[in-house]
């Protein structure tokens, strides 16, 4: 396939702070690449930086050319932070955007497919969190453009908002758009991409597609029981430990729960609730990031604890707010 983008060594740093270190990706035409990492990673300067709009060492190329010699038209771009004017409505913001390009899409077909036709003449401001984050998609969208960066495109949107705008990014896609967005929803990013890459520490760690991310990285499957079993005591071809006041059985497939369930029963031992779960791209995720040092802590079974922390390893900020 032919590269739309590539992007060798690309290096940034704030003084003493480095926010790239060493960056090299390529992006085939019509994929789909999902950018992930804890906050401070370095994913929006990233975007900067691939976009032409910081500055950075190393070299990319959008369309095979320079990103500020590319040809605006062919390039989309919704950044993370977009505070356009709170007293237009939707449409004459679009239609704004609209205007600097030569051959825009319809107003009203953007509208439409970021599903803001009824609050098309609603003030920006006077529009939900949600609404105003699907406006500034459709800014994006207005020049119809080969080359598409999402820096966090659904923050704020409902869930069946975000799902009618994954339809969109899909369809755009199938028609040929090559798209690069970040983001922290996992689901999100395993559902849209053809290849995700976490960014730790200012450095791609891994870049795959999500199902091999998950087998490579994701860990195993395990049933939590809520029981006061001593695994010793029991009869398991699985292996087992105590993890708080729960038993944790890994690597069981769902069809051998049952074996788990009669071991607890001939041990004597009662439970109170069971739960069995295989790895996903939150569990990779957890595992890269702290692989890279980014979070330090574990739970007692072993694995990344999944709680919210995205504070962790932030570095300073810069003039235009990254983290």
């Known amino acids: 396939m032919t590269a739309t983008l590539v992007a060798e060594d690309v290096r940034r740093t704030y003084g003493e702070t480095v926010a790239l270190d060493g960056v090299s990706l390529t992006v085939d035409a019509g994929e789909v690449f999902a950018l992930v990492g804890p906050n401070g990673a370095g994913k929006t300067t990233l975007v900067r930086a691939l976009t032409g709009t910081t500055?950075?060492?190393?070299?990319?190329?959008?369309?095979?050319?320079?990103?500020?010699?590319?040809?605006?038209?062919?390039?989309?771009?919704?950044?993370?932070?977009?505070?356009p004017p709170a007293r237009l409505t939707a449409r004459e913001l679009l239609d704004y955007y609209a205007g600097l390009y030569?051959?825009?899409?319809?107003?009203?077909?953007?509208?439409?497919?970021?599903?803001?036709?009824?609050?098309?003449?609603?003030?920006?401001?006077?529009?939900?969190?949600?609404?105003?984050?699907?406006?500034?998609?459709?800014?994006?969208l207005v020049n119809d453009p080969d080359l598409l960066f999402l820096d966090e495109p659904t923050t704020g949107i409902d869930p069946a908002g975000r799902r009618s705008l994954?339809?969109?990014?899909?369809?755009?896609?199938?028609?040929?758009?090559?798209?690069?967005?970040?983001?922290?929803?996992?689901?999100?990013?395993?559902?849209?991409?053809?290849?995700?890459?976490?960014?730790?520490?200012?450095r791609l760690v891994a870049a795959d597609d999500p199902d091999t991310l998950v087998a490579e990285y994701g860990g195993e499957s395990r049933l939590v029981v809520e029981t006061d079993a001593d695994p010793d005591a029991l009869d398991l071809s699985y292996p087992a430990e105590r993890a708080g006041d729960s038993l944790v059985v890994s690597d069981v497939p769902p069809e051998a729960i049952g074996e788990v369930v009669d071991a607890l029963g001939a041990a004597g031992a009662s439970y109170d609730a069971l739960t069995w779960s295989e790895p996903d791209l939150e569990d990779v995720y957890l595992e890269l990031a702290s692989a890279a040092g980014e979070y330090g802590y574990r739970s007692e079974a072993g694995r990344p604890d999944r709680r919210d922390d995205g504070d962790r390893g932030a570095v300073v900020a810069d003039a235009e707010g990254e983290r």
């Open 55 to 83: 500055d950075a060492d190393g070299s990319v190329e959008l369309l095979g050319a320079d990103p500020r010699d590319v040809d605006r038209e062919r390039v989309g771009l919704l950044p993370q932070a977009f505070d």
């Open 102 to 140: 030569d051959e825009p899409r319809s107003v009203e077909a953007v509208l439409s497919d970021v599903g803001l036709a009824d609050a098309a003449d609603t003030w920006y401001e006077n529009l939900s969190g949600g609404q105003q984050r699907r406006t500034c998609v459709g800014s994006a």
């Open 166 to 202: 994954w339809d969109l990014l899909e369809s755009l896609a199938d028609g040929g758009t090559t798209i690069v967005l970040t983001t922290h929803d996992m689901a999100e990013a395993h559902r849209l991409a053809d290849r995700v890459g976490l960014l730790a520490d200012g």
